[in-house]
């Protein structure tokens, strides 16, 4: 366990682990760990069967790789989307475009290597507490490093007094201590004494709350929602009420802009998702090219290579509808991992994975986070621990 424990540390060190060897490209701490968990996988793991189309009459291989055929799909129109736009991309670009589909099908691999351990509990707690992690470093960094301010110069948004931890956003470290929340149901029957379960969910909610980050507390209402129709919880809804009456009401030491609801960012989004309507008319089929959309006017620091908001949006206008349809199949082969993990080794795996699919389709209309990388990080490690076959003897 070596390399996992490494990999989980690696993600902790978040944007502070990240070299950029070309503008819009960066290589993080954790790609080069990945790296090689890939390769220690492909060494260790001789005896273990991959096959591209699955025996009908075998449902334990089918469901392994269900995933296989969308995401060769949406590599494919990722590809194809950068190629039929060549002729007007710089090279830089289409060298940006590629490393991101790369990426992208590089994170996937997880799926397998989850799906094929042994010690998947061990896998899926190591995730819950990077989790955690995130939000003891966002707490510590509240007191002591409140602003972002002093790092305008390298693109980053003067986030005031709110955590964003290590990643630098309060946006995308909202929506992994969501996930962290979510997960922590599977995760805290392994704890064993109930209130150190509850502290460190106390932990996770305290930092959660000072993110101050609207799209995530909109995930947190998805997930919660989907907890409450499934498990027939009808009581939470008073404690959901309860929690976003407080957060409404709370001090916000960020002043204005924290505010729940807040007309300039509503504006904001709205202009933002028509711009996307806009592009994918001018290029419905082969969109403008995976992480190749032309740039708006801004910094040339920005750190925004895919400046829209929507994650869907994003796909349908750099992979065209070909792309967009690809991903959808993606996401509903997901969806049905999930759903045929109710029998196997996670009691609860499959309400976490139904929960923390739709709180980030809800988040992922207001920020890019389908295609954050932790994030990714995050789902395939999930979707591999759905689709575990136990029969499977690589560690």
């Known amino acids: 366990m070596i390399l996992p424990i490494a990999f989980f540390i690696s993600l902790l060190f978040g944007q502070l682990g990240a070299v950029s060897p070309a503008p819009g490209i960066y290589i993080y701490a954790h790609d080069i760990i990945l790296g090689i968990l890939v390769i220690s996988f492909l060494l260790r793991a001789r005896n273990f069967q ?48 590629f490393l991101y589909i ?5 994170y996937s691999t997880l799926v397998v290597i989850i799906a094929s351990s042994k010690r998947q509990t061990l896998w899926l707690s190591g995730l819950y507490f990077t989790g955690v992690g995130f939000a003891v470093i966002g707490i510590i960094q509240f007191f002591l490093y409140p602003s972002l301010r002093n790092l305008l110069y390298l693109g ?72 409450i129709v499934a498990k027939r919880k009808w009581n939470i809804v008073w404690i959901a009420v309860i929690l976003l009456g407080i957060y409404i009401v709370m001090p ?41 959309l032309p740039q708006p006017d801004v910094s040339a620091t ?15 206008a750099t992979t065209g509808v070909i792309g967009f349809v690809s991903f959808i199949w993606l996401l509903k082969s997901m969806e049905r991992t999930f759903a045929k993990a109710k029998e196997k080794h996670m009691r609860h795996i499959r309400i976490v994975g139904y929960m923390s699919l739709a709180g980030l389709l809800v988040h992922s209309m207001f920020v890019n986070s389908l295609f954050y990388a932790w994030v990714m990080i995050w789902m395939w490690m999930l979707v591999g621990a759905a689709s575990r076959d136990p029969s499977t003897s690589s560690g």
Do not use: C
Not at 102 to 106: E, L, T
Not at 208 to 223: D, E, K, W
């Open 252 to 292: 916000k030491p960020g002043g204005d802009t924290l505010r729940i609801f807040r007309p300039e960012s509503t504006m904001a989004r709205i202009s933002n998702w028509q711009e996307s309507v806009r592009l994918i008319a001018t290029s419905p089929i082969a969109g403008h090219g995976f992480y190749a």
């Open 156 to 227: 980053w948004d003067p986030h005031y007094y709110r955590v964003f931890s290590t990643l630098l956003d309060p946006n995308f470290t909202g929506i992994i201590l969501v996930l962290t929340l979510f997960l922590g149901i599977a995760v805290k029957p392994q704890l064993g004494r109930p209130f150190i379960a509850k502290i460190i969910s106390g932990i996770v909610g305290i930092a959660f709350v000072l993110t101050f980050s609207r799209s995530s507390i909109l995930a947190l209402l998805a997930g919660l929602a989907v907890w």
């Open 50 to 97: 991959f096959s591209i189309f699955p025996a009908k009459r075998d449902p334990a291989t089918r469901d392994n790789f269900q995933l296989l055929a969308p995401i060769v799909a949406f590599i494919g129109a990722s590809i194809l989307s950068v190629i039929a736009n060549a002729y007007r991309l710089e090279q830089a670009t289409i060298l940006r475009g």
């Open 302 to 316: 920005s750190r925004a290579v895919a400046y829209l908001d929507s994650s869907l949006l994003f796909v349908f």
């Open 102 to 106: 790369a990426r992208w099908g590089f």
